[in-house]
């Protein structure tokens, strides 16, 4: 009788031609492609979970996928071993052993985003466009990290993600939102931690935030979409491009890379 092992891997992909994670019937998609390159490896058909389902065109530094195998694998020849067979956007940082039954999006205490803003006539250039959101346009930052302080804490965020699925509750609670500088008045970068994201809610928060730094609405609007049940009132989601998904923590797994 087979015994099954299980591993996680860590993963860093452009999602640029990728149709986000989840596996569709018809389009290229990150759970469909490293799934193949482990079955090619693995000799079976292996199953993954990913700590969070990124859209159409969000990056990943740092997703975090379980499975299990019947094979023992050593962790760096299972890293060597799935390079080899995955594509040139998909990239596996680091693979090991993993707790029995280890299950990447359930376990996960928290998770980490960040979104990137160019403010300069070069954000347009291709090697910057598909990376950041070329807004090309200066942002107050007095008003981002305003907006950024009230978002901060438990909030219900209906009224700032997409609804495409009910859910049992929208309390998210954020530990940790803030915007920084980037080198060469390039434009700004957001970071933020939650122990749960909703469908698009960095997009939509990032895109108040842009409002109000652009002064198109005032600051008290957050608090008051806050305590909304629908997201009519919201600003259109900033554009996938800017976002990436770059850590998931979990006190019983700790990694050898530091993301």
Known sequence: ????????????????????WQRQP???????EFEAALGRIAGQTVAVTAAGRTDTGVHALGQVVSFSLTREWDALELERALNAQTPQDL???????APDGFHARKQAESRRYRYVIGCDPAARSPFRRPFEWALCRPLDLPRLHAAAQLIQGEHQFRSLSSHSQVKEHYLCTIRDAEWTERKRSRGFIFHIDANRFLHRMVRFLVGI????????RPLEDIGRLLESEDNQGASPPAPPEGLYFVRAHYSHLKFRTQL
């Open 1 to 20: 009788m087979d015994v099954e092992r299980w591993y996680y891997a860590v993963l860093q992909y452009d999602g640029s031609r990728f149709c986000g």
């Open 26 to 32: 018809a389009d290229r998609t990150v759970q469909a």
């Open 91 to 97: 990239w596996v940082v680091e693979a090991g052993r």
């Open 209 to 216: 935030m842009v409002d109000v730094a652009l002064q198109k």
